[in-house]
């Protein structure tokens, strides 16, 4: 290790004592984040963290919805975003003026959104979900009809493995959506054998040319438990550290080059030390909307 990694790993180690902090990673951030958290997950398995950590604060590596989850399931802790710049553009592609509009539009449907979402938004929609999740939760919740929003792909997906009606939103996630059918097609053809992995945030056209779609702790899971020795994977390159870590005797292969989130990087060891230090930036989120915000991710917990 070198030494600048190892004095900043001590720093933090005791900063984490003195707090009574927990460290959780997304399985996007980068190499040297997840190595110095306490749990590196997917969404969902986070704000499940969140919601039941007995530490007094919470050291979100990831984007500013996931940090505002935490927040909203953790009322009484402290929240920090090492990088407050970290946000999520598919998150941005939701306002809660447009899920006003579509209630009026269509009375009868239930709104369910992605985690990937702003609080605001969240207090305007009926039911959470995350991608490890949203086949379930469509299908258990007591509604026939959904208006699901950000993600147009998730929402195809979904329409896909359930009977319900799903009303698509127009959003999609930049680093999924830039994958195109014919870069898929080339890059089989390229790795014969490899088994393809993808987030169902990717296009209709990617996933169906994929041997299976997954969110990431499913991918995970897949990985490990799975006979297949090579893999091509259709999501963020954060996840084939964790993968390769995980599986040294597999070998892992980003579908695309172009899969990388800009904004799950901007957070590393020495900004993490500096938000504990600092205790800044916190995250907060207004008691009325954290209210309503909390009632769709209960039940998502709830029906999931
Ligand atoms: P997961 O819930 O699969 O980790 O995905 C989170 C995300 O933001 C994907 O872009």
């Known amino acids: 290790m070198v030494e600048k990694t190892k004095t900043l790993m001590d720093r ?17 951030q980068i190499d ?10 997917d969404s969902f398995e986070l704000s499940k963290i969140a919601s039941e950590t007995d530490a007094q604060v919470i050291v979100f590596c990831g984007v500013h919805f996931m940090a505002e989850s935490a927040k909203i399931l953790a009322p009484h802790k402290t929240v920090l975003l090492p990088d407050i710049m970290a946000g999520c553009p598919l998150a941005d592609m939701a306002a809660p003026q447009k899920v006003k509009e579509l ?23 009926d039911v959470c979900v995350t991608s490890a999740n949203a086949e379930k939760v469509i299908n258990n919740y007591p509604a026939e009809e959904f208006i699901f ?3 147009q792909n998730l929402g195809s997906y979904i329409a896909g493995k359930t009977q319900k009606k799903i009303i698509l939103w127009d959003g999609y996630c930049i680093t999924h959506h830039r994958v195109t059918g014919d870069e898929v097609k080339k890059a089989r053809e390229a790795m014969p054998g490899a ?22 702790g499913g991918m995970l899971r897949y990985a490990r438990e799975s006979q297949e020795t090579k893999f091509m994977v259709g999501t963020e390159l954060g996840l084939i550290y964790r993968l390769k870590k995980e599986n040294p005797e597999k070998d892992f292969y980003l579908l695309s080059a172009g899969m990388i989130c800009p ?40 029906y999931s």
């Open 103 to 125: 209630k009026e539009k269509y009375p009868k449907a239930a709104v369910a959104c992605y985690i990937n979402t702003t609080a605001a938004v969240k207090a305007e929609c």
């Open 195 to 216: 088994f393809l992995m993808v987030h169902p945030e990717c296009r209709p056209e990617v996933v169906e040319q994929a041997d299976i779609a997954l969110g990431t």
């Open 12 to 28: 933090l180690s005791e900063l984490k004592e003195e707090k009574n902090a927990v460290i959780l990673a997304h399985n996007y």
């Open 263 to 302: 904004n799950m990087k901007f957070t590393n060891l020495q900004k993490i030390v500096a938000s504990l230090e600092n205790m800044s930036p916190q995250i907060e989120v207004p008691e009325g909307i954290r209210v309503r915000a909390k009632t769709c991710l209960d039940r998502m917990l709830q």
């Open 32 to 41: 040297e984040v997840q190595d110095c958290a306490d749990y590196v997950g």
């Open 149 to 151: 929003l950000p993600d």
